[in-house]
């Protein structure tokens, strides 16, 4: 069984992405393999009532393509268990957004997972947009890639995980030494 990264933590991996073959074809539900399956947003549109009358929402995640719209999926977040975000190329930064919207605008309290390829560089700022899971590039080590949550102890800018800038901060703890 495959790995992934979750809260900052190597756990195994108990879902299946679901891919189309070369030809662009998916396979038809009662295809999909048995067990916890991750499926494309276009797929889960198309197959959404044949695949929640054969699975339970803990069994079902949906992947967003960069192009995806997040508002889109906001109607179903009770009837899946994660959703993922397809980095089909690392310098593919929309997913970025597209976590954010999901966290900030849409309220999305769930998994949030990196898919694709997923570079140990970029786990800090996944991290910061939102993600709490990450499907790492089969050839990266997982444990070299936990150090990149610590490398870096603090962040100029605000973002998901903590939306003050530095200024902000400092001004902060300015303002409560001299209250003291």
Do not use: H
Request: some cysteine.
């Amino acid at each position: 069984m495959a790995s992934i990264i979750k809260d900052r933590a190597i756990v195994e991996d108990d879902f299946t992405v679901i891919r189309a073959a070369e030809d662009g074809a998916l396979p038809a539900v009662a295809e999909l393999p048995a067990g916890k399956i991750i499926v494309p947003f276009a797929f889960w549109q198309a197959e959404r009532d044949a695949l929640t009358a054969s699975r339970s929402a803990q069994e079902i995640g949906v992947w967003l393509a960069p192009d995806s719209e997040p508002a889109d999926i906001v109607a179903d977040f009770d009837k899946i268990a994660l959703i993922a975000v397809d980095f089909p190329v690392f310098r593919d930064g929309r997913g970025y957004s597209t976590a954010r919207l999901l966290r900030e605008r849409y309220g999305y309290k769930g998994e949030i997972r990196a898919i694709g390829d997923v570079l140990r560089d970029q786990l800090r700022f996944y991290e910061r947009c939102g993600f709490n899971a990450y499907a790492l590039r089969a050839d990266k080590d997982f444990n070299d890639a936990l150090n990149a949550f610590t490398e870096f102890t603090v962040q100029y800018q605000g973002a998901f995980d903590d939306p003050s800038p530095l200024f902000r901060r400092r001004e902060a703890a300015a303002a409560q030494k001299a209250s003291v």
